[in-house]
């Protein structure tokens, strides 16, 4: 910057200095230059001071007195801390200051203060970097900013900021805005051109557009609006009508001034020199016209208070306006008049009389003359001065405003006038003689004064609607009222609201409390469990005992509570009977009708497997007198059932012994055999051990088997070494039998083998095969089985012994309160298994079961009933639509149903009877009495006009208005405000009529016709007063006095329309009424209903009319059905599979198939199978005890040797066994059964291969088995086996080892053992229940570890951890079908007229369906079609054309009517025009608006006035929009006048076009593009166009505009051709270009079928522009690169090329090579040979389709 100053200063001092010192002021110069800038470089410091932020403000009190410190420390200029005194230590800045100390109570002191956003600023404006775009699409990016500072909330004071900021941020100081587009005006197309101003010479053709949207943002302004053009017609023929007659708009209305008043303003005139009398009249008069006011006004003697609030000018208007008031006066007799006049003479006389009695005869004779002459100036003054006739005729009238409703409205007809000018063309004023009119208009007329509504001050409140306290219920209401002193007249202000509410609750000591409603509920009813569809039997029969969940209805109904009940016994009033009243007085929330419940589930009985039979014992061990025994068998109960163990089966068999026994001995082993006298073999004995057992198998002392035989050693016999070895004798087997009789014998078998033979003749010989089996009887009890059996418990009963005390009690079911003991008795009989009942001494007698025994009486119940309720409201006759009902109804209501013997409900729950006659509504209606005279405008006013002498013409008439009831006794004008609609015109216009007029009636109505289409009807009126007289008056063509027309040719068709209604069923006579809520049980949902159509009814004009005129009651009946639900049905469960593992835990499986899907809303179907769609699975783990099946071996064959050694009968052989699988039960295995359900990995050995011993070889038993291996599992552990010696060997022999072992290796021979447990089953319940609490269960399950399950007693041997719980309770979800409410009545219609009306009711869904219920039906609203009316509506006609009345042009009226018209509603159909009479009982409204308007003010323009049209209707509704996407700036609609001008030489004078835009909701998108037509030589049309299709200017980017005119150098000359766009030839469609090598368009050929694009060859001769890009220049095209090629078949010499024949005959090959491949893919197949059993389809086993409905 210094730099430049001293280089401008420098050139000032050159500006000045010679040109000789040039060279010594460059020189000073740059030396100058040099040292500044060696100065700057030696001056910028090395060392600067550097400050940290300033720190928290400190201080001990809050407030300006406190103080912050900052760091600060000196740095070089490279950044690095250096000492402070290498900076200067003048500069250096301070550390500390002085602040302001923030407390918190600062911030209800300073708060920050925002500013206003700013404008809008462009962001380019801002930054100079960044360029404005050049075609604005959405908006410009801009940033607004405001003010924001921290200021004191008492004055404003400005703060620092960092007060403000302690306690929050500072707010943000400018945001991002948008700046949207400019949008330009849019104006429509023009119009057609208007006819020519003129009918000759030169006059003007307009044509106009409107406005569719405003310009905003700074968008172009709206073009002109009108566009002109001269025309001519022709020449005019006379000389051109320069002035036009113009009448200006009326003025207001007012009351002419008293004539005194007009005297006093006005100079005096000749006619006012008439005799004084008329003056005395006037005056008499108008004393008498004010104290008439009082009689107009209704009679009202009261004087009204808020008329003392008039303005004096009000009062200054009534009180001139007297006159005219009075002017409808019945006439007075003339004698009234007469002493009028007499009563200012009268004082006169009377003073006069003692002075001249004796001249009192003259006297009269002199006042008879003298009256004679006042009656004839009289009579002349009436000639002169109708303002005075006026006036008497006033007087008449004066009684006949004595009316009803005169009070309401103070009706002052007054007069309005209005200036009449004569208008130049150019619109100057001129003078009116120079418009040449027979008669000027009239300048005056009749008119109402304007009055606003008046009303009255507000009434007291009155008392409030609610009589009683309730603080907690709704409030009362109480209102205040004002009447109506003055009706709004002629277009004044409207009545305010003249009643006003307010809710209210009485107050005060005397106010006693409100009765109470509560809501009451009847008994729950009995529980109700629907069936499962898995438990559903093809009978669908018997479903008594089910139990499980279910659901339950009660009944709600309302009654008045009683608030003095103590809260201790409000339990004993739960089921008093209290009277039900309306359900609408219970304003709570009303209980449930249904709940869920649940019916516990008996448990049945479950016992387990009987146990063997026990020995012979007695039946009593205490009483050992009988040698009579049984053998008892017994089983125990597992699960006890409900109700005690009476129900469960006997327990206890017994079979009848001999010699019985209650103790014995039990053999539990024998020793080994110990041969006798000491010797090591030959014959011994084997001593037993035994235990003393007693019947039941319990070990007991030994001394109670004193009396029993002990068992005997048993002979056995040790073999010697030459000796047969045998083996053991095996375990007795099973007896053969349970019993023994005459054809049946228990045996039981042993057997043992022989091991060794003998040796020769020295040992014992083996016994023959017959003694290797040993037999024995068992069982020998007779078949003979007994046991006790018990019937039902018997009904509980009163025990006569005990004293009765069973009342009846009005409790619950539930409660299950007892009253007495009773006793209840069963039998009890022996019965013999498979025989039947036999005596009782055949059983034992200690096991006999009771047959008596107490039980509890429940107590009586009886029924509880409520008393009647009141009759229900007889409707009376003005309910809408006629819907009323004749008959009344009352009901009780069943609290408690009986039980256990109570009394029974009474049969009749309802009475109905017809309603008393009905009460006539009282309704109220306006009465409209005479039409007072017709009033002129006073004669002050048009004494000037000509034809004012005679008292006729246009004048206004005004009539009273009363309200009636409709009994016709008054009423207050408010009801019929509030209840009779509109009040009718309380004025209007009338005719008085001339005396050369002539006077007609109204015309009579229409004479009635006899029949349609037949004969005429008439109506007739006739000429009244001195018309009937007159001449002119007597043509029938001017006035006719008749008139005839066809009698009307009505003929009607009816037809169908609409849809069909819903299906309807009959109502079946359910009773209708509000006093309670019943729930709905089984109602019939399903059959045979009706539905109906509607009819509706045309005449031969196609127009709508009543139905009736069709003779129908307007609706086609047609029956329906409404299809009956069909549940899911599904088969039997199937029995239960086998358990999948015959050993452990698996699984067992039942299923169900489907056997009919559901429809019509059925029951759905439980979850199907994934696989198998048609089947549903229940699947439950269950475990097989291993020990179940065993494998049971016979004894070994004998030896078949296979080295026979003959002599010694030894050596190598073979033994052989049976192994059968077998039923293992509690006596042991009994049954042989599949070998499969063994465990085939422990199956015995049926054979094996061996040594037989020789003699003298050592014997050993067979092998015992494996000791178990030592847990874990480990090879270095063994495990043995032994066996013993049965024979000794010989000598020098000796016996092979007796113990084996072998090493444990895991899952060979050693195993671990752990727990497995299964998954859960499903759901369990008892078998009669449905739903509700179930148990799932889960097993354990021992596995091997290689997987293999084994018996549960492995893993409980190794005392293995049981952490798992086997049982868990499980809910089934319940099926709960969907419960409806009872259909609603049907609702009033929804179309008060046409087609479309419906009748709709509905039902709600009091119970929601759970599980498998029923679904609620989709049909919750029925509906179906009203009666068919026809629509009728007052519809205004079109505006007639503006006339001025009497002038060419100026202030005018135009008009409208308002008709009457028919339509259907639909909207489809135009609507037709009928009479008036059809609409009479409408409210006069058009389109819903009341207020009615049919005339109103224009204007005609003067010829040659410019003027602007009425403005346009409002465009719509335009939204700001891109793309579619609103931009947020809200929405505009617009509307516009434009210019029309009717001369060229007033076109400076026209007015500015004007137009208005105002906001508007619910706006649309439009967009705008340009859009063209066709080329027509070198140019076409190019027009913006709006989204919607109207053609538009403006609104399209200019920048985009296609171009219209185009035009190529030199021009295309050449046939077809023509210029492109890119401004270059080219040719026409379907011919292509044949340039130059220049590019020049050398000729258009028509274009070749082939075409071949290449590029970069620029030597062929024929090219083509169609490549070219359009926007090159026809200058830059030889370079371009790629071009399209096209072949030509011919050469130069017009033949063909050698490469066509090529083509040709490639082609050739090519149809040859297709017609063979057709050949072969035609040619039908040879027969295959039949193949046997591979083709044949499989039977479909389903026929399911799995539809997901299911």
């Known amino acids: 910057m210094r730099l430049g100053g001293r280089a401008v200063g420098m050139l000032g001092v050159l500006k000045e200095a010679p040109l000789p010192s040039l060279w010594r002021l460059a020189l000073l110069f740059f030396s100058v230059w040099e040292l500044d800038a060696q100065t700057a470089v030696e001056t910028k410091p090395l060392y600067l001071w550097q400050t940290g932020p300033w720190g928290r403000c400190m201080g001990s009190e809050c407030g300006p007195g406190g103080s912050q410190s900052r760091a600060v420390w000196c740095a070089h200029s490279e950044g690095w801390t250096t000492l402070h005194t290498n900076c200067d230590q003048a500069e250096r800045p301070d550390n500390q200051q002085s602040c302001f100390r923030v407390c918190d109570w600062h911030k209800d002191l300073y708060d920050w203060q925002l500013g206003a956003w700013n404008q809008c600023v462009p962001v380019s404006m801002r930054s100079a970097g960044v360029q404005r775009p050049v075609v604005c699409t959405r908006g410009e990016e801009g940033i607004q900013t405001r003010e924001v500072g921290?200021?004191?909330?008492?004055?404003?004071?400005?703060?620092?900021?960092?007060?403000?900021?302690?306690?929050?941020?500072?707010?943000?100081l400018e945001q991002a805005c948008l700046i949207p587009c400019p949008r330009d005006c849019v104006v429509s197309e023009f119009s057609l051109w208007t006819p020519c101003s003129k009918t000759c010479g030169m006059g003007l053709q307009n044509r106009i557009r409107f406005v569719l949207a405003p310009p905003m943002f700074g968008g172009a302004p709206?073009?002109?609006?009108?566009?002109?053009?001269?025309?001519?017609?022709?020449?005019?023929?006379?000389?051109?009508?320069?002035?036009?007659?113009?009448?200006?708009?009326?003025?207001?209305?007012?009351?002419?001034?008293p004539r005194q008043a007009r005297q006093a303003d006005e100079p005096p005139r000749e006619s006012d020199t008439r005799p004084r009398e008329s003056d005395k009249l006037y005056k008499e008069f108008e004393k008498q016209s004010r104290e008439g006011e009082k009689p107009f006004r209704g009679g009202d003697k009261q004087i009204r208070q808020d008329e003392k609030q008039y303005k004096d000018g009000d009062k200054r208007s009534r009180e001139g306006d007297k006159l005219s008031r009075d002017g409808d006066k019945p006439a007075a007799p003339n004698r009234k008049v007469s002493r009028a006049n007499k009563k200012p003479d009268r004082p006169s006389r009377q003073a006069d009389r003692p002075k001249r009695q004796k001249k009192a005869k003259n006297k009269e004779k002199r006042e008879k003359m003298r009256e004679k002459v006042r009656e004839r100036l009289r009579e002349k003054g009436k000639a002169k001065d109708p303002e005075t006739r006026e006036l008497i005729k006033k007087k008449r009238n004066r009684n006949r405003q004595n009316r009803p409703g005169g009070k309401f409205w103070d009706l002052q007809v007054g007069y309005q006038t209005r200036d009449v000018t004569c208008v130049h063309k150019s619109g100057n004023i001129e003078a009116l003689s120079l418009c040449s009119q027979e008669m000027l208009p009239v300048t005056f007329q009749a008119c109402v004064m304007t009055k606003d509504c008046d009303v009255t001050e507000w009434s007291e409140w009155s008392l409030c609607s609610k009589k009683c306290y309730d603080p907690n219920g709704p409030k009362g209401e109480r209102t205040r009222t004002r009447k109506v002193s003055q009706f709004p007249i002629d277009g004044g202000a409207d009545c305010p609201m003249l009643e006003e509410k307010e809710p209210c609750s009485p107050q005060g000591d005397a106010v006693p409390p409100c009765i109470l409603y509560s809501w009451k509920t009847t008994e729950w009813t009995e529980c109700r469990v629907d069936v499962l569809l898995s438990q559903q039997d093809r009978r669908r029969g018997n479903l008594t005992g089910l139990c499980g969940g279910g659901a339950q209805t009660q009944e709600v109904y309302c009654v008045q509570a009683s608030a003095d009940t103590p809260p201790n016994l409000s339990s004993l009033r739960s089921k008093e009977a209290l009277r039900p009243v309306d359900s609408d007085l219970c304003l709570g929330i009303p209980p449930n009708t249904t709940q869920l419940c649940h019916i516990s589930c008996p448990f049945e009985c479950e016992v387990s497997s009987w146990s063997a039979w026990g020995p012979c014992t007695y039946e009593n061990c205490q009483d050992q007198a009988g040698k009579k025994g049984f053998k008892l068998r017994k089983r125990r109960i597992v699960n006890e059932p409900t109700g005690g163990t009476g129900n469960c089966p006997h327990l206890v068999e017994a079979i009848p012994c001999e010699d019985p026994s209650c103790f014995d001995w039990l053999v539990l082993k024998l020793e080994g055999c110990i041969p006798d006298n000491e010797k090591e073999c030959g014959p011994g004995t084997q001593i037993p051990q035994v235990q003393c057992v007693n019947s039941e198998g319990e070990y007991v002392e030994r001394q109670f088997c004193r009396d029993a035989i002990l068992p005997m050693p048993t002979i056995c016999e040790v073999p010697c070494p030459k000796d047969c070895a045998l083996s053991p004798w095996t375990p007795w087997s099973l007896c053969s039998h349970t019993c023994s009789g005459k054809n049946t014998e228990g045996k039981q078998t042993r057997a043992r083998s022989i091991l060794a033979y003998n040796a020769g003749e020295g040992g014992v010989q083996c016994p023959n095969i017959s003694a290797l089996q040993?037999?024995?009887?068992?069982?020998?009890?007779?078949?003979?089985?007994?046991?006790?059996?018990?019937?039902?418990?018997?009904?509980?009963?009163?025990?006569?012994?005990?004293?009765?005390?069973n009342t009846s009690v009005g409790r619950t079911r539930d409660d299950d309160v007892s009253c007495s003991v009773g006793m209840q008795t069963r039998k009890v009989i022996c019965v013999r298994v498979n025989v039947g009942q036999v005596p009782p001494k055949k059983c034992p007698e200690s096991l006999r079961p009771d047959t008596v025994r107490p039980c509890l009486l429940p107590c009586k119940r009886d029924c509880i009933i409520t008393p009647y309720s009141d009759w229900s409201v007889c409707p009376s006759t003005c309910q809408a639509g006629g819907k009323s009902k004749k008959k009344q109804y009352r009901k009780r209501i069943i609290i408690q149903l009986p039980a256990n013997g109570g009394q029974d409900c009474p049969e009749v729950l309802t009475q109905e009877k017809e309603c008393e006659a009905p009460s006539v509504c009282q309704g109220y209606r306006w009465k409209t009495h005479k039409w007072r005279r017709c009033q002129l405008v006073p004669w002050s006013v048009r004494q000037d006009s000509l034809g004012a002498q005679e008292t006729c013409g246009p004048g206004l008439q005004i009539r009273a208005v009363s309200c009636r009831k409709q009994d016709g006794g008054q009423a207050d004008v408010e009801a019929c405000l509030t209840f009779a609609g509109c009040m009718p015109p309380l004025t209007q216009l009338c005719q008085l009529p001339c005396q050369e007029d002539c006077q007609l009636s109204s015309w009579s109505k229409f004479?009635?016709?006899?029949?349609?289409?037949?004969?005429?009807?008439?109506?007739?009126?006739?000429?009244?007063?001195?018309?009937?007289?007159?001449?002119?008056?007597?043509?029938?063509?001017?006035?006719?006095?008749?008139?005839?027309?066809?009698?009307?040719c009505n003929k009607y068709n009816a037809q169908p329309v609409g849809n069909w209604s819903d299906c309807i069923l009959p109502e079946g006579g359910r009773m209708e009424g509000q006093l309670g809520m019943?729930?709905?049980g089984d109602i019939k949902e399903c059959g045979q209903g009706y539905r109906y159509q509607a009819m509706v009814c045309y005449n031969q004009d196609n127009r709508i009319v009543e139905t009736s005129r069709c003779n129908s009651h307007g609706y086609i009946e047609e029956a329906c059905i409404i299809a009956c639900p069909s549940d899911c049905k599904l088969s039997e469960w199937s029995n239960w599979s086998r358990c999948s593992k015959s050993c452990g835990s698996g699984v067992k499986v039942r299923s169900k198939w489907l056997r009919e899907k559901p429809y019509n809303g059925g029951r759905p179907c439980p979850k199907l199978d994934h696989v198998n769609q048609a089947q549903v699975y229940e699947v439950v783990p269950c475990l097989s005890d291993c020990g179940q099946y065993v494998w049971v071996a016979e004894p070994w064959s004998v030896w078949k040797v296979s080295n026979v050694d003959l002599r010694d009968n030894c050596g190598e052989g073979v033994q052989t066994r049976k192994v059968r699988c077998m039923l293992n039960t509690i006596d042991g295995p009994s049954e042989q059964v599949e070998d499969y359900l063994c465990d085939p990995e422990e199956m015995p050995l049926g054979a094996r291969n061996s040594r037989l011993p020789c003699p003298e070889d050592c014997v050993l038993s067979d092998w015992g088995a494996w000791s178990p291996c030592p847990l874990p599992c480990n090879e270095n552990s063994t495990r043995e086996r032994s066996a013993f010696s049965l024979r000794q060997p010989g000598e020098e022999k000796e016996c092979p080892s007796t113990k084996e072992t072998e090493s444990c290796k895991l899952n060979s021979n050693c195993f671990h053992y752990f727990y497995n447990i299964t998954d859960w089953s499903t759901c369990q319940l008892s078998d009669r229940a449905v739903c509700g609490n179930g148990i799932k269960t889960r097993m354990l399950d021992c596995v091997r570890s290689d997987s293999k399950s084994v018996d549960l007693n492995f893993c409980k041997e190794l005392g293995l951890e049981r952490k798992w719980q086997m049982n868990a309770s499980c809910v089934v979800e319940c099926p709960v079908n969907c419960k409806l409410s009872d259909w609603s009545a049907w609702s009033e219609c929804t179309h008060t007229c046409g087609?479309?009306?419906?009748?709709?009711?509905?039902?709600?869904?009091?119970?929601?369906?759970?599980?498998?219920g029923r679904p609620c039906p989709s049909q919750m609203v029925q509906w179906k079609p009203c009666l068919v009316m026809p629509c009728y509506s007052w519809k205004y006609g079109a505006w007639s054309d503006c006339k001025s009345e009497g002038a060419r042009c100026g202030e005018g009226l135009r008009f409208r009517n308002v008709s009457c018209f028919v339509s259907d509603g639909s909207g489809q159909q135009d609507s037709s025009l009928v009479d008036d009479e059809l609409c009479g009982d409408l409210e006069p409204s058009v389109d819903g608006d009341t207020h009615v308007v049919l005339q109103e003010a224009c204007t005609v323009p003067c010829p040659g006035e410019c003027y602007l049209t009425d403005w346009t209707v409002w465009s719509p509704c335009q939204l700001s929009c891109v793309s579619g996407d609103d931009l947020g700036f809200g929405s505009v609609q617009v509307r516009s006048r434009a210019v029309v001008a009717q001369d060229p030489e007033n076109l400076l004078q026209c007015p500015e076009q004007e137009l208005e835009a105002r906001p508007c909701t619910d706006g649309?998108?439009?967009?705008?593009?340009?859009?063209?037509?066709t080329w027509r030589g070198s140019s076409r049309q190019v027009w913006c166009q709006r989204s919607d299709g109207l053609n538009v200017t403006g609104g399209c980017l200019a920048t985009a505009q296609p171009m219209a005119d185009r035009s190529c150098d030199p021009p295309c000359a050449k046939p077809r051709s023509l210029c492109t766009e890119a401004g270059v030839c080219g040719c026409e469609e379907g011919y292509t270009e044949v340039m130059t090598s220049d590019g020049v368009l050398d000729q258009c050929t028509v274009i070749p079928v082939l075409e071949i694009p290449t590029a970069g060859d620029s030597k062929a001769d024929v090219k083509t522009i169609r490549a070219f890009n359009p926007t090159q220049t026809a200058a830059s095209s030889p370079g371009r690169a790629g071009r399209t090629w096209f072949l030509q078949p011919f050469g130069p010499d017009g033949k063909l090329k050698t490469w066509v024949y090529g083509v040709a005959a490639g082609a050739f090959v090519l149809l040859i090579f297709i017609i063979s491949m057709t050949y072969l893919a035609c040619k039908k197949p040879k027969k295959p040979q039949r193949r046997q059993m591979n083709n044949r389809l499989k039977p479909l086993t389903l026929a399911y389709d799995g539809d997901a409905d299911m």
């Not at 002109?228 to 020449?235: L, Y």
């Not at 089985?785 to 005390?805: A, K, L």
């Not at 007063?1025 to 007159?1030: A, D, I, L, T, V």
């Not at 649309?1564 to 037509?1573: K, L, P, S, V």
Request: proline fraction near 9%.
């Open 150 to 172: 921290c200021v004191q909330k008492v004055n404003g004071e400005p703060a620092e900021d960092v007060i403000c900021e302690y306690f929050e941020p500072k707010p943000r």
């Open 222 to 257: 709206c073009p002109n609006l009108t566009e002109f053009q001269t025309c001519q017609p022709g020449p005019c023929v006379g000389e051109e009508s320069l002035y036009s007659l113009r009448v200006g708009p009326w003025g207001p209305c007012s009351i002419p001034l």
């Open 774 to 805: 040993e037999v024995r009887n068992c069982n020998d009890h007779p078949c003979t089985v007994y046991h006790w059996q018990t019937g039902p418990w018997g009904q509980c009963i009163e025990d006569s012994s005990v004293p009765s005390t």
């Open 1007 to 1048: 004479s009635s016709c006899t029949a349609d289409c037949v004969g005429v009807r008439t109506r007739k009126r006739m000429l009244m007063g001195k018309s009937k007289k007159r001449d002119q008056c007597k043509n029938n063509q001017m006035y006719p006095l008749g008139e005839t027309q066809y009698c009307p």
């Open 1078 to 1080: 019943k729930v709905q």
């Open 1395 to 1412: 087609l479309a009306g419906k009748l709709l009711r509905s039902r709600t869904v009091i119970q929601a369906p759970q599980g498998d």
């Open 1564 to 1573: 649309q998108c439009f967009e705008y593009e340009w859009r063209t037509g």
